[in-house]
């Protein structure tokens, strides 16, 4: 079934639009399985850190692409950077932990996958352990003040820092999969997709994978990565970030796809990010359009909410209105990324039963 890009008609929205009230895209029941930490803080979390940190000389547009703006991605690592300085305390890193997660649940995301990159900083005493053991405090303590939200997290290795570190992640990883009841999963591959090379991380990777971890890796999030995207495929990951130069339409190639789609590999997509970030030259050349006419395993997801000023069910409501998405397709959307999530049967199960109920309470 072929939903067209070129099929939206002015008539066609005013009938879409009729069944899909505005509303329903926040309350609609939601996972989110690709979420950085640090680039999902909101701007009134960022105020807040902002002020306590005068001397840092931080504006507000330093931190976030508002509507309409765009930037090069180099840049985008730059904004990750100067929020880096607003949150280098434990207290800090708990904060915006518990803030995010309260939005999240705001936005209606019942399951949330929250990934961050361990870091150290000398000047504060904040430890890398330290680091991970503050967002997993935060995480439990926001479950005892809102049962309305199941979160999980990523240890994210960033690609700037080597091999080195990123095996040090995978053994931190593991030990915190045994001692963290259950809320560290499995491991994120992220950082500026132009350093290093995959080659590099493929033991730390394979490691992780001996031991049952999950991989959720950024792959062809830029052009002309076709070997280190073949590479790091052979793992293979549980989940690909972004794909965007996956198919040949872009310079990726078929047998990719083909490898992709034989393997099931689901892709997270980050609709907003990406034109945000320019990898994507407008929403309706995004490749969900691509991959969802083949009946590929979509997620719609928000990449890092605060930086590009977005929401979980924006994302929903861009899709929807860009790909002239039905009710149905929607929930179909949002049903089946609960199968995508790296969260044990039972809690899927109940994360099913929930949107039966909520689906028979709204529809
Ligand atoms: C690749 C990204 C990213 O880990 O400090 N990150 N990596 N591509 C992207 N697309 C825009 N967006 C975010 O969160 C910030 C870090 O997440 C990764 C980068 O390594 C960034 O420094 P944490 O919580």
């Known amino acids: 079934k072929f939903r067209g890009e070129n099929k939206v008609t002015n008539?066609?929205?005013?009938?879409?639009?009729?069944?899909?009230?505005?509303?329903?895209?926040?309350?609609?029941?939601?996972?989110?399985?690709?979420?950085?930490?640090?680039?999902?803080?909101?701007?009134?979390?960022?105020?807040?850190?902002?002020?306590?940190?005068?001397?840092?000389?931080?504006?507000?547009?330093?931190?976030?692409?508002?509507?309409?703006?765009s930037r090069t991605l180099e840049e985008c690592f730059e904004m990750f950077k100067v929020i880096h300085q607003l949150t280098n305390t434990e207290e800090d890193i708990f904060e915006v932990t518990k803030d995010v997660i309260k939005e999240f649940a705001a936005d209606g995301v019942k399951y949330l996958e929250l990934r961050s990159t361990p870091r150290e900083e000398k000047s504060?005493?904040?430890?890398?352990?330290?680091?991970?053991?503050?967002?997993?405090?935060?995480?439990?303590?926001?479950?005892?003040?809102?049962?309305?939200?199941?979160?999980?997290?990523?240890?994210?290795?960033?690609?700037?820092?080597?091999?080195?570190v990123a095996m040090d992640t995978v053994k931190m990883a593991e030990d915190f999969s045994l001692s963290s009841n259950g809320i560290v999963v499995g491991l994120d591959l992220s950082g500026?997709?132009?350093?290093?090379?995959?080659?590099?991380?493929?033991?730390?990777?394979?490691?992780?994978?001996?031991?049952?971890?999950?991989?959720?890796?950024?792959?062809a999030e830029v052009p002309s990565q076709k070997e280190e995207t073949e590479l790091l495929l052979t793992l293979p990951p549980d989940r690909i970030g972004h794909g965007t130069f996956l198919h040949p339409e872009v310079g990726g190639s078929q047998e990719l796809v083909d490898y992709v789609r034989k393997n099931c590999i689901p892709l997270e997509l980050c609709m907003t990010s990406n034109v945000k970030g320019q990898t994507v030259a407008s929403y309706d050349k995004h490749h969900f359009l691509y991959w969802y006419n083949l009946q590929h395993p979509c997620i719609l997801c928000t990449d890092d909410k605060g930086v590009f000023a977005t929401e979980l069910s924006t994302e929903y409501e861009l899709a929807a209105t860009t790909f002239s998405l039905n009710l149905a397709d929607i929930w179909s959307l949002s049903t089946q990324a609960i199968d995508y999530s790296f969260a044990p049967s039972s809690v899927k199960c109940d994360l099913r039963h929930q949107w039966l109920k909520l689906k028979t309470e709204m529809t």
């Open 11 to 69: 008539d066609f929205k005013a009938v879409n639009h009729e069944v899909i009230p505005p509303d329903l895209y926040q309350k609609l029941p939601k996972v989110e399985l690709h979420a950085h930490l640090n680039g999902s803080v909101s701007p009134p979390t960022l105020e807040r850190l902002i002020a306590k940190k005068p001397h840092l000389n931080i504006e507000h547009s330093m931190t976030v692409i508002s509507k309409g703006q």
């Open 124 to 164: 504060t005493g904040l430890t890398k352990k330290r680091y991970v053991e503050t967002v997993i405090e935060a995480i439990k303590q926001s479950k005892e003040e809102n049962a309305d939200i199941e979160v999980r997290f990523l240890l994210a290795i960033d690609r700037r820092h080597g091999p080195a």
């Open 192 to 219: 500026d997709p132009m350093a290093g090379h995959s080659k590099d991380f493929i033991p730390a990777l394979q490691r992780a994978k001996n031991v049952g971890l999950k991989l959720a890796l950024h792959l």
